[in-house]
Nanobody, 125 residues
Framework: QVQPVESGGGSVPAGGSLRLSCAASGYIYSNSCMGWFRQAPGKEREGVATILTGSGVTSYADSVKGRFTISRDDAKNTLYLQMNSLKSEDTAMYYC??????????????????WGQGTQVTVSS
């Protein structure tokens, strides 16, 4: 099983948008819990959004509700994170991760065994 691969990060002004992508192998993607996590310098890693790839059930951190949308493309085994109305506090390294669970999909990172290398998102105020 190959680790997920993120793409789509970059630098944008506050109020802007970005879409992150995460390509995963079929083994990792199928009937799994996949999520986006982020870590800013000097801060702990936090869960941003998760989705069960089988049912499509999603969870979001309060800080991003209404601004970020997690989605998936089953045909491409790809996860997305659409980020709108970006704020400077969204600046962080964003990671895609997966755990082999068809029903349990928390925002905590414990249990996620597959991690990408990360993609940097920088929002300037």
């Amino acid at each position: 099983q190959v680790q997920p691969v993120e793409s789509g990060g970059g630098s944008v002004p506050a109020g802007g948008s970005l879409r992150l992508s995460c390509a995963a192998s079929g083994y990792i993607y199928s009937n799994s819990c996949m999520g986006w996590f982020r870590q800013a310098p000097g801060k702990e890693r936090e869960g941003v959004a998760t989705i069960l790839t089988g049912s499509g059930v999603t969870s979001y951190a309060d800080s991003v509700k209404g601004r970020f949308t997690i989605s998936r493309d089953d045909a491409k085994n790809t996860l997305y994170l659409q980020m709108n109305s970006l704020k400077s506090e969204d600046t962080a390294m964003y990671y895609c991760a997966a755990r082999r669970s068809a029903w349990f999909c928390p925002l905590g990172s414990v249990g996620f065994g597959y991690w990408g290398q990360g993609t940097q998102v920088t929002v300037s105020s």
